[in-house]
């Protein structure tokens, strides 16, 4: 099955806890879930995290360690140049 890309957006409800678990113990990602990249704003409140899996459900592991400290939205993405094709542009 072909990984996908996930946009997921975390919303943290308390941003030194979830530092402080990640020095700790790391992202904690479950086998066939792979972090490709973040941003986070200005604010340190959210954060944008650009996963790699074959499907979401893959994410809900990891996202179950995390839950207690952040809340989650989950989109599927595709590059702006595969986006484009699917349009004719």
């Known amino acids: 099955m072909a990984h996908r890309l996930y946009m997921v957006v975390e919303r ?3 941003a030194p806890a979830v530092y402080a678990r990640f020095a700790q113990k790391g992202r904690m990602l479950p086998p066939g879930v792979e972090y490709v ?3 986070v704003d200005e604010t340190v409140s959210v954060c944008f995290q650009l996963m790699r899996a074959a499907e979401p459900g893959h994410l ?3 996202m ?3 839950d207690d400290l952040v809340d989650f939205e989950v ?3 595709t590059g702006s140049a595969a986006a484009a094709g ?3 542009g």
Do not use: C, K, M
């Open 64 to 66: 179950r360690a995390w």
């Open 75 to 77: 989109w599927p993405v």
């Open 60 to 62: 809900d592991a990891w």
């Open 12 to 14: 943290f409800r308390d």
């Open 37 to 39: 990249d973040s941003w």
């Open 86 to 88: 699917r349009v004719g």
